[in-house]
C-alpha cells in the first residue's frame, strides 16, 4: 500500500479491518477496491450473512464505484451481490480481465433521477 500511496499522491489510501473501518469511518470515498475479501468469506459459513452488509454498506454509504477482484462467480452468487445492493449496476467479469481463475467486476452507482 505504501508504493499506491506514493504513486497517488492524492489519494486516500486505507488498509484495515474492512468491516469495522467502514461502520467507523466518516470519511466518503469515490471508489472501493477489493481485492480478496469477498473471495474469503465466500468460503466461509454464513457468508451471504457478511457478505450482504459489507456490500451494501460500501455501496450505498461510501462508495460512488465497488471494483471486486476476485475468483469467477458462479451465477447464484452474482445474482445474490446484486439483490443485496439494488442501487448499483454491476458489471462481472469485465471483458479482458480475467486469466480464467479470477476476473475484475466492476459495479457503478446508478444515476439517480
Known sequence: MDTVAE??????????????????????????????LMDVFLCGDDWD????????YV???????FVLVSYRLPRSTREFIQSACPSLDWNFHVDGSTDG???????????CG
Do not use: E, M
Open 7 to 36: 504513486r497517488l499522491p492524492n489519494a486516500t489510501c486505507v488498509v484495515d479491518d474492512a468491516i469495522h473501518y467502514l461502520q467507523t469511518t466518516s470519511l466518503r470515498f469515490d471508489t472501493v477496491v477489493d481485492k480478496g
Open 59 to 65: 455501496t450505498n454509504c461510501t462508495a460512488d464505484r
Open 49 to 56: 450473512r457478511t457478505i450482504q452488509p459489507l456490500v451494501q
Open 101 to 111: 481463475r479470477s476476473t475484475i467486476s466492476v459495479a457503478a452507482r446508478r444515476a
